[in-house]
């Protein structure tokens, strides 16, 4: 298939100019798409395929035309890369489908969509398989490609490369999830499922229970930190593992984004990051210590609590990801040397925090068969859907039991 720049010739407007367009030829047939500009005919060198010298806007224009025939050999180009056809039907087909079938080509895509919706966690996790996709295969490889063998091999090289059960169920449930959802847009016809047969649960390994005792919370409560082990971090890793404790297991991004005006009559209002519902619960007094001793004097409204965020600062989603991803990691840091100090085995973390409320509800006879199911769950995220489903007097009755 070839194509040139034309000017429309038989077409003179109001303004005296001429249609630009690219004429696309493959064997007898021929397609005209035009490129949304025009110039006088006076205006334009059919030779050599560009707008002449003297052309007024000639930068503006001659820009638009090398862009759209970029794009277009782009396309052709990427077409045969994937032993596509390049013919006008797989060229000019609807928002161009078949050009963006590659699994590569499509992860790229909603790596994209999932950062411009501010979904970074998410956008993490496509990336991380992205990277793994690469080194296995070419990302050039297509879904209709994928088999059963495909997915057999893929798993035997992450196990290679020392990828744990949990590890490896992640990256193929978010690989599978991407492959239902190009195949439900059509973007490949699909011959059989090969997922059907690759069982991704089975991934799944049950893990250690991530709760601690109430007899714990009380020594982790009264411990003087060591001097050798004082840092700057050590007592505010302590102050917000109790404050997610006590409320209701907030989970760290949502505790760096509550804000002063979040609270109200003593209760606390907020959407959970991961699935905007909103939750409301009343603040136990330690909960409202733990703010007093991070409340800034004169602070407005809409100012974070705690001191991991500044809205003067960190504006944009990326850049709250960033800071708040970079304070947690420093957290558990300390969390875990903390956890070592009152003699726990397992690592403290801010998720143990909420876990431990979660059997503490559990101790004080709130939906028992749900949270008994959901703290055997080692996906966190139905753990979490599943405290989200409390009764709001359900959750103050049982908090008044955390001590």
């Known amino acids: 298939m070839t194509f040139k720049v034309i000017c429309r010739k038989e077409i003179i407007y109001k303004n005296s100019t001429s249609p630009l367009c690219l004429l696309f030829f493959q064997g007898k047939r021929k397609k005209a798409v035009g490129l949304g500009v025009s110039v006088a005919l006076k205006h334009w060198d059919a030779e050599a395929q560009k707008v002449t010298d003297d052309c007024p806007d000639r930068d503006n224009i001659q820009f638009q035309i090398t862009a759209k025939v970029k794009e277009y050999e782009k396309k052709i180009q990427r077409l045969e890369i994937m032993d596509i056809p390049v013919t006008f039907e797989n060229l000019f087909e609807q928002n161009s489908k078949r050009l963006n ?17 501010g979904k970074y966690g998410s956008a993490s996790k496509h990336r991380s398989l992205l990277s793994r996709l690469s080194e296995f295969r070419s990302l050039n490889t297509r879904f209709d490609e994928i088999d059963l063998a495909f997915l057999r091999d893929f798993e035997l090289f992450l196990r290679k490369e020392g990828n744990v059960n949990n590890s490896i169920a992640t990256k193929f449930a978010i690989f599978k999830a991407a492959y239902n959802k ?35 919370i009380q020594k982790l409560v009264a411990l003087e930190i060591a001097p050798n082990y004082r840092t700057n971090y050590a007592e505010f890793a302590r102050d917000i593992f109790l404050f997610s404790y006590y409320t209701a297991g907030i ?12 609270i109200v009559d003593g209760r606390i209002y907020y959407s959970r990051h991961k699935t905007q519902k909103l939750l409301s619960f009343q603040l136990v007094p330690n909960a409202m210590r733990i703010i007093e001793k991070y409340s800034k004097a004169n602070h407005a409204q809409e100012d974070y609590i705690f001191p991991i965020l500044d809205r003067t600062e960190h504006k944009t989603a990326q850049q709250i990801f960033n800071r708040t991803h970079k304070v947690l990691r420093k957290v558990n840091r300390e969390l875990k040397t903390l956890g070592e100090q009152i003699g726990l085995e397992m690592p403290l973390t801010t998720y143990v925090a909420r876990h431990t409320f979660a059997t503490v509800l559990k101790r004080s006879g709130v939906n028992i068969a749900i949270i008994s199911e959901s703290l055997g769950h080692s996906d966190l ?23």
């Open 101 to 117: 079938c590659s699994v590569g080509e499509y992860l790229k895509q909603t790596i994209e969509r999932l950062e411009t919706l």
């Open 381 to 403: 995220s139905t753990t979490q859907i599943y405290l989200d489903s409390f009764e709001n007097s359900q959750i103050d009755a049982a908090m008044q039991h955390l001590l």
């Open 251 to 262: 989970n760290f991004t949502d505790m760096a984004t509550l804000r002063y005006c979040d």
């Open 182 to 216: 190009a195949l439900a847009e059509g973007l490949f016809l699909q011959k059989i499922n090969p997922f059907a047969k690759y069982k991704v649960g089975s991934l799944w390994t049950r893990t250690r229970k991530r709760a601690i005792t109430k007899e714990d």
